[in-house]
């Protein structure tokens, strides 16, 4: 069996966001916005009359990022591959001011994770690894590495085929897809 760098995006892909992000907006001005009428990447569609800053404030500030949660089966299915032998990189797009809490929560969620293995990268294609686990197709197209579309309401209109991407729609089958390629 090859031993494969993956790569492995957080927010959405083991880390929950959106629904943490709308819960947040949605007590706070009294809206009631769902995980699945978030639909395309641009979040902002979805909360007309209220402008970016409104929208991006709860992402700046460090209890967020410490009451979020762990995608179902993600820790489980993580530590397996980890424990196959695989390179876990764990590589996110995050502003500077929250990283350290939301690596902490990472590390708190996922203590088989040690902080060097948590990047932070705007630009996942220039990073070097065999396959990228991501919900964001911006980050799979044009990469070298297999790439693994994590399925979510925001990418379900995205067309992968043509661009050498799976999508999956569990973690279970992320584990079955890396397998697969380590064979
Ligand atoms: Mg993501």
Redesign the pocket.
């Known amino acids: 069996m090859r031993k494969l760098t993956i790569l492995c995006?957080?927010?959405?892909?083991i880390q929950e966001?959106t629904v943490h992000w709308i819960s947040e907006l949605n007590r706070k001005y009294n809206r009631n916005v769902k995980k699945e009428d978030v639909t395309s990447w641009d979040i902002t569609r979805v909360y007309p009359g209220l402008n970016e800053d409104e929208i991006f404030a709860p992402l700046y500030k460090n209890e967020f990022w410490s009451k979020t949660t762990a995608v179902d089966g993600s820790g489980y299915f993580l530590e397996k591959l980890a424990r196959d032998g695989h390179k876990i990189l764990i590589v996110t797009a995050s502003n500077a001011e929250t990283f350290e809490a939301k690596k902490k929560k990472l590390i708190e969620m996922f203590p088989f994770i040690k902080p060097e293995q948590i990047i932070r990268e705007n630009n996942k294609q220039k990073v070097a690894g065999d396959v990228l686990i991501?919900?964001?197709v911006h980050n799979l197209v044009g990469g070298k590495y297999a790439k693994i579309l994590f399925n979510q309401p925001h990418n379900a209109e995205f067309e992968e085929r043509g661009y050498g991407i799976t999508r999956v729609y569990s973690w279970r089958e992320i584990y079955e897809k890396i397998c697969h390629m380590a064979a």
């Open positions: 995006d957080a927010d959405d892909t966001l991501d919900d964001g």
